[in-house]
């Protein structure tokens, strides 16, 4: 962990001084948009190989750990249907680290910086799923961030 704890902090120590240059909205929507093309050329580059199994909801929630190298027993779910998964992560989190020690607000990074590449990065797997974050049950203000992934069952 403390190895992906750094480079978040070093990345996130980088867009705080571009901020200071540019403003730190515009800084975050930069990190964002790389953190996105990242994610979506590992997905490329891997998806054949994943082993993925049962609905696409699961098969997205399994994805994200895959690539987040989030250990299965580090989550609870707490709602599960064939469309939704709403999830409990209690795992070690850089993010969460890297914002405790350059006391910033996890709320904000991650809304601002980290949650749209997640969203982006699903829409290339399966472009009917939909992921969001409660930003009322988010470390370090609860003990867990609660997440949700769902398939919008309308065909477009």
Not at 20 to 42: C, Y
Not at 53 to 62: I, M, N, P, W
Not at 121 to 138: E, Q, S
Request: proline share 4%.
């Amino acid at each position: 962990m403390s190895v992906g704890s750094s480079s978040e902090k070093k990345l996130l120590e980088y867009a705080l001084a571009v901020g200071e240059e540019i403003g730190r909205d515009r800084a975050f929507k930069i990190l964002e948009k790389l953190l996105t093309q990242k994610r979506i050329a590992w997905l490329k580059k891997n998806q054949e190989k994943l082993d993925l199994s049962g609905t696409e909801v699961e098969k997205a929630l399994q994805l994200i750990c895959q690539k987040f190298e989030i250990n299965p027993r580090n989550l609870k779910i707490i709602e599960k249907t064939p469309a939704k998964i709403v999830y409990q992560s209690f795992n070690p989190c850089p993010i969460l680290e890297a914002c405790k020690v350059l006391s910033l607000d996890t709320r904000e990074v991650c809304k601002k910086a980290y949650e749209k590449s997640v969203i982006d990065f699903l829409k290339v797997f399966n472009p009917r799923l939909t992921f969001k974050r409660n930003y009322a049950k988010i470390r370090p203000y609860a003990k867990y961030c609660e997440e949700t992934i769902e398939l919008d069952e309308n065909e477009n």
